[in-house]
Each structure stands twice: as C-alpha cells, then as structure tokens.
T-cell receptor, first 112, second 111 residues
C-alpha cells in the first residue's frame, strides 16, 4: 500500500542552524501539507501546497519557514534559523482530494 | 475560530470492554469531521470520517456519528482489543485545507 515517507526520523540541531525536513508524498497526490506537534500539545497546521504554490499557511509559518517541491517527488520544509521552540514532531501529509489527508510517520526535531 | 476538544487520557480498559472517546467541535458552518489513530512509532492514520450531519463513519469496528445538535463526533467501539491501544485524534476541516486537531486521547487496553 502506498504511503507517505519522511526523513530523517530524528534530527538534532543547534539553535540558529538551518534544517531541511524531507517528505515523499504518495505519487499521484496533488495536495501537500506540513503539521507539527510540540510535545504534549495539539497537532497544528503549518502550511498547504498545491500546484507548486502555497495555498494556505498558519500564523506559525513565518518568514523562517519555507516549503519546496524541488523535483516532482520530494516535498521539503526548511527552517532557516531554528529556535528552541521549534522542537516538535513534524508531520507531512498528502491527498488526492482535499478531504482525505494521508500522514507520514513524522520527523522529531530537537533544537539544542 | 474553529476548534476541537476531546477527552483527556489515558483511557484504560480491559479487553472486550466498550469504548467511548468524546469529541466536540466549534465551527462556523458545517465542517467535515475525522478520527485519526496513531499506533506507536507510526504516523497518523485516517480511521473514519463524516462529512455532513447525521452521517455515521465506521471502520474496523469503530463508529462515530456527526451530531449537529450537540456539535459532537464521539468515537465508540463495542469490544476493544489489545491491538487497539494507540492515540486517537479527533479533527475537523472547514472550508479551507487545514485540519484542526484535538489534543489526542491515549487508549490502553489490557488483556
């Protein structure tokens, strides 16, 4: 069964460093998303992406964040200068139609 | 704004017990409603959904009915198994792309 994959499973970085989280969505999906979950808190929407552009973003998704679909198969989330409060589990999701989103296993980001 | 509230866990049950996990929502209009499940070490998996009032979503013995009058979407299962142990997330989606999640409820089922 096709699934969304994410790499790495765990990323440790120093505050102020740039990180890139990678996702491979399901191959025929057209809509792509990033969510995050800070430990003990709710899963929060970050951004949605369709037709090579951002279709919606949350207040969390400020200028430090960017997304890209560089090669037609990967979907990446870049954090330019990480802060301690960026430590969270980051989930990628994709969908064919807007109603059913399929999630990856997540990348745990730890900022020291 | 839109929000989802679900009961805090953990919920601890013996095998074959009846399960209810409460979920209520606030929204403008009529959102689509979802239950996702996260097994240890895995991502969020869609368990069931309902897109309009009085719809019942069901899958793997789990059910939830979209109740507009009580703005609820409670998850139920008649007889839980040890393999149902996981974290369950209620979520809503309005007219935009984003899913709004509850805090998640951990279910622990013991033999």
């Amino acid at each position: 069964e096709p699934e969304v994959t994410q790499t790495p499973s765990h990323q440790v970085t120093q505050m102020g460093q740039e990180v890139i989280l990678r996702c491979v969505p399901i191959s025929n999906h057209l809509y792509f998303y990033w969510y995050r979950q800070i430990l003990g808190q709710k899963v929060e929407f970050l951004v949605s992406f369709y037709n090579n552009e951002i279709s919606e973003k949350s207040e969390i998704f400020d200028d430090q964040f960017s997304v890209e679909r560089p090669d037609g198969s990967n979907f990446t989330l870049k954090i330019r200068s990480t802060k301690l409060e960026d430590s969270a589990m980051y989930f990628c999701a994709s969908s064919v139609v807007r109603n059913e989103q399929f999630f990856g296993p997540g990348t745990r980001l730890t900022v020291l | 704004g839109n929000s989802v509230t679900q009961m805090e866990g953990p919920v601890t049950l013996s095998e074959e017990a009846f399960l209810t996990i409460n979920c209520t929502y606030t929204a403008t209009g009529y959102p689509s409603l979802f239950w996702y499940v996260q097994y240890p070490g895995e991502g969020l998996q869609l368990l069931l959904k309902a897109t309009k009032a009085d719809d019942k979503g069901s899958n793997k013995g789990f059910e939830a009915t979209y109740r507009k009058e009580t703005t609820s979407f409670h998850l139920e299962k008649g007889s839980v198994q040890v393999s149902d142990s996981a974290v369950y997330f209620c979520a809503s989606r309005g007219n935009t792309d984003k899913l709004i999640f509850g805090t998640g409820t951990r279910l622990q089922v013991f033999p």
